[in-house]
């Protein structure tokens, strides 16, 4: 079992960045794949990140990529969401989640989730 908290959350103007973290409790955390997701108003939730166990590999979306940065710190029991460059099309809830052994972005195989952290940006 895996309980994930997100933090980090905000209101930020256009052009800004923000740091998200995800705090984890279980002591095999570092056997997860880790991932970030988001879901706005009237959307289905999508696919931001992740980040295998070894913190050796990630993928991003097309939309997010070279502007977010997936992290993990495994002797801390977190993962973080750098997010530089955001624009109004970022503003979403940010969801943590995590699964042991798939590495993508398929929200049914993800196991555990976060309760989720609002994201605003300003335009």
């Known amino acids: 079992q895996v309980q994930l908290v997100e933090s980090g959350g905000g209101l930020v103007q256009a052009g800004g960045s923000l740091r998200l973290s995800c705090a984890a409790s279980g002591r095999t955390f570092n056997m997860y794949t880790m991932g970030w997701f988001r879901q706005a108003p009237g959307k289905e939730r999508e696919f931001v990140a992740a980040i295998k166990w070894s913190g050796g590999n990630t993928k991003y979306s097309d939309s997010v990529k070279g502007r977010f940065t997936i992290l993990r710190d495994n002797f801390k029991n977190t993962v973080h969401l750098q997010m530089n460059s955001l624009t109004a099309d970022d503003t979403a809830v940010y969801y943590c989640?995590?699964?042991?052994?798939?590495?993508?972005?398929?929200?049914?195989?993800?196991?555990?989730w976060g309760q989720g952290t609002q994201v605003t940006v300003s335009s």
């Open positions: 989640a995590a699964n042991l052994g798939y590495f993508g972005s398929k929200v049914s195989l993800y196991d555990y």
